[in-house]
T-cell receptor, first 111, second 117 residues
Framework: AQTVTQSQPEMSVQEAETVTLSCTYD???????LFWYKQPPSRQMILVIR??????QNATENRFSVNFQKAAKSFSLKISDSQLGDTAMYFC????????FGAGTRLTVKP | EADIYQTPRYLVIGTGKKITLECSQT?????MYWYQQDPGMELHLIHY???????EKGDLSSESTVSRIRTEHFPLTLESARPSHTSQYLC????????????????FGEGSRLTVL
């Protein structure tokens, strides 16, 4: 089974600053999808951004962008202009047949 | 946002009881998943399904069972609940990758928080 590793259990950033969350994964597959999901305290999982492995171009969604390095099996999330509402658990996920998640990174945005 | 529903939202039961957590989705998705998540911790895949009459085991499947008799319904059953089952259980669904290339994603329910005394 695929494994997803998030090596940063907790991170913090000042409001309006930029922060990067790291994610690596292990797979022998060539075509797959990668995701970042956000889980605010006591709330539902929310899709932040999605990347298809067959696309070389990095995905972007407003203030959120990824740095996808397929050969290195790395998939980091950059949040620009951090807002207080970005405070949440962030999960990196890998999808081929099923969907596997990393352990999560708790991000706190400080005013 | 998503049309996926879980019941009950909260449940407190005694050890040894049999419980079924319900999950229904109205999006016609073939793939459905159950995850176990302790508060603020990682998600562990319990079971998943590719469609009707399909069930697959995840990493934590040994103490629970699922069924997929209808596309929209994917219940999770614990035959004999134990305190170690105390956790949040998240149900999710998705389309097949080939049907929505570039748009595939998991839709999550609000979760069922289980406490076993």
């Amino acid at each position: 089974a695929q494994t997803v590793t998030q090596s940063q259990p907790e991170m913090s950033v000042q409001e309006a600053e930029t922060v990067t969350l790291s994610c690596t994964y292990d797979t022998s597959e060539n075509n797959y999808y990668l995701f970042w999901y956000k889980q605010p305290p006591s709330r539902q999982m929310i899709l932040v951004i999605r990347q298809e492995a067959y696309k070389q171009q990095n995905a972007t969604e407003n203030r959120f962008s990824v740095n996808f390095q397929k050969a290195a099996k790395s998939f980091s999330l950059k949040i620009s202009d951090s807002q207080l509402g970005d405070t949440a658990m962030y999960f990196c996920a890998f999808m081929k047949g099923d969907m596997r998640f990393g352990a999560g990174t708790r991000l706190t945005v400080k005013p | 946002e998503a049309d996926i529903y879980q019941t009950p939202r909260y449940l407190v039961i005694g050890t040894g009881k049999k419980i079924t957590l319900e999950c229904s989705q109205t999006m016609g998705h073939d793939k459905m998943y159950w995850y176990q998540q302790d508060p603020g911790m990682e998600l562990h895949l319990i079971h998943y399904s590719y469609g009707v009459n399909s069930t697959e085991k995840g990493d934590l499947s040994s103490e629970s069972t699922v069924s997929r008799i209808r596309t929209e319904h994917f219940p999770l059953t614990l035959e004999s609940a134990r305190p170690s089952h105390t956790s949040q259980y998240l149900c999710a669904s998705s389309e097949w990758l080939y049907r929505v290339p570039g748009r595939v994603r998991l839709f999550f329910g609000e979760g069922s928080r289980l406490t076993v005394l």
